[in-house]
């Protein structure tokens, strides 16, 4: 059984950082690209932030380019995101999610099949 389980959140002042971590099981984690994906309250999903298998390639959604880092550790099953800038608009759930193949590529949210059931992230003064 897939299993995603996300820590790390939590309430955070304007401009702070958080480091968000994501413990896998149920499947070769080191077969498949991992991503992050949001959703603020009142609004629809969101992706964040995708890793290849192996670390090499990321990618970012514009808003998060420069602030936030996604990384990933094979040997502990583990994906963590990276915070840091935080600002009121990143307030959301956040989820991690498995990739359908070693390397991320597009597809629409609802096609996603392993969703966490998220971290609260709070930014707020």
């Known amino acids: 059984e897939v299993q995603l389980v996300e820590s790390g959140g939590g309430l955070v002042q304007p401009g702070g950082s958080l480091r968000l971590s994501c413990v896998a099981s149920?499947?070769?984690?080191?077969?498949?690209?991992m991503s992050w994906v949001r959703q603020a309250p009142g609004k629809g999903r969101e992706w964040v932030s995708a890793?290849?298998?192996?670390?090499?390639?990321?990618y970012y959604a514009e808003p998060m380019k420069g602030r936030f880092t996604i990384s990933r550790d094979n040997a502990k099953n583990t994906l963590y995101l990276q915070m840091n800038s935080l600002k009121s608009e990143d307030t959301a759930v956040y989820h991690c999610?498995?990739?359908?193949?070693?390397?991320?590529?597009?597809?629409?949210?609802?096609?996603?099949?392993?969703w966490g059931q998220g971290t609260q992230v709070t930014v707020s003064s």
């Open positions: 999610v498995r990739e359908n193949y070693n390397d991320y590529l597009y597809v629409p949210l609802e096609d996603y099949d392993y």
């Open positions: 149920g499947f070769p984690f080191d077969d498949y690209a």
């Open positions: 890793i290849s298998w192996n670390g090499d390639s990321t």
